[in-house]
Nanobody, 125 residues
Framework: VQLQASGGGLVQAGASLRLLCGVSGRTSSVNIMGWFRQAPGKERDIVGAITRTGATIYYTDSQRDRFAISRDNAHNTVYLQMNNLKPEDTGIYYC???????????????????WGQGTLVTVSS
């Protein structure tokens, strides 16, 4: 499974961005897709995740109101819509894939076996 994240950039506070994650390879083995963020000087944290069909979407409490995750399985793409961006949203955003059959909690970073290269989001004040 290969992942390619894109859509990052430099924006001002209050702007919106939509990140994309293209998924290729053995996509049939993928269940949950997650988005993670690594802020400068900090550890990588999960932003949210979406199940294979999109029926269930998870968010951390801090992202729930401004971020939205969706997926288009016909085009093997997962999206992270980010609205009303704040300087503290700055970081490298990664998409990651978790295989079918894993039973760990959705926010367990170690359960995601495939990672994209990350896309940088910079929010200026």
């Amino acid at each position: 499974v290969q992942l390619q994240a894109s859509g990052g950039g430099l924006v001002q506070a209050g702007a919106s961005l939509r990140l994309l994650c293209g998924v290729s390879g053995r996509t049939s083995s993928v269940n949950i897709m997650g988005w993670f963020r690594q802020a400068p000087g900090k550890e990588r944290d999960i932003v949210g995740a979406i199940t294979r069909t999109g029926a269930t979407i998870y968010y951390t409490d801090s992202q729930r109101d401004r971020f939205a995750i969706s997926r288009d399985n016909a085009h093997n793409t997962v999206y992270l819509q980010m609205n009303n961006l704040k300087p503290e949203d700055t970081g490298i955003y990664y998409c990651a894939a978790r295989e079918i059959g894993r039973s760990e909690p959705w926010n367990d970073e170690n359960s995601y076996g495939y990672w994209g290269q990350g896309t940088l989001v910079t929010v200026s004040s």
